[in-house]
Nanobody, 121 residues
Framework: QLQASGGGLVQAGGSLRLSCAAS????????MGWFRQAPGKGREFVAAINWSGGGTYYADSVKGRFTISRDNVKNTLYLQMNSLKLEDTAVYYC????????????????WGQGTLVTVSS
C-alpha cells in the first residue's frame, strides 16, 4: 500500500516536498516512480528511481528542478520540487514496480491515491 502526501498550494517559484509512505516488506526491492495528471490530461511520467536509489530518471519538463529520492529504512519515497511553475499543477501519484524503472504507467503495479499540487501566480 502506498500513501502519498505533501501536496498543497504554492506560489510559482516556490518549493514543495512530496512523500510516499509504503507499507509492506518489499519496498526496498521495488523501483518507484512519480506520475502526475493535470485536469483533462493523461497521466504523465515525472521521475523514477531504482531499488537502491542509484539510478534516477526524470521527465525533461522537470529535470533540474525536481529530485526523486528514497529512504529504504523508513520505507518512504520523496519528490523535492523546486522552482515550481503553473504547469506543474496536477495530482501527483507515487507508484511501485518489482522490476521496471521507466516512464510508462503500465509498468507499475501498485499506486498511491494521489496528492494535489496547485501552483498559483
Amino acid at each position: 500500500q502506498l500513501q502519498a502526501s505533501g501536496g498543497g498550494l504554492v506560489q510559482a517559484g516556490g518549493s514543495l516536498r512530496l512523500s510516499c509512505a509504503a507499507s509492506g516488506r518489499v519496498f526496498s526491492s521495488y523501483s518507484m516512480g512519480w506520475f502526475r495528471q493535470a485536469p483533462g490530461k493523461g497521466r504523465e511520467f515525472v521521475a523514477a528511481i531504482n531499488w537502491s536509489g542509484g539510478g534516477t530518471y526524470y521527465a525533461d519538463s522537470v529535470k533540474g528542478r525536481f529530485t526523486i529520492s528514497r529512504d529504504n529504512v523508513k520505507n518512504t519515497l520523496y519528490l523535492q520540487m523546486n522552482s515550481l511553475k503553473l504547469e506543474d499543477t496536477a495530482v501527483y501519484y507515487c507508484a511501485a514496480s518489482p522490476g521496471y524503472t521507466g516512464t510508462y504507467p503500465t509498468g507499475y503495479v501498485y499506486w498511491g491515491q494521489g496528492t494535489l499540487v496547485t501552483v498559483s501566480s
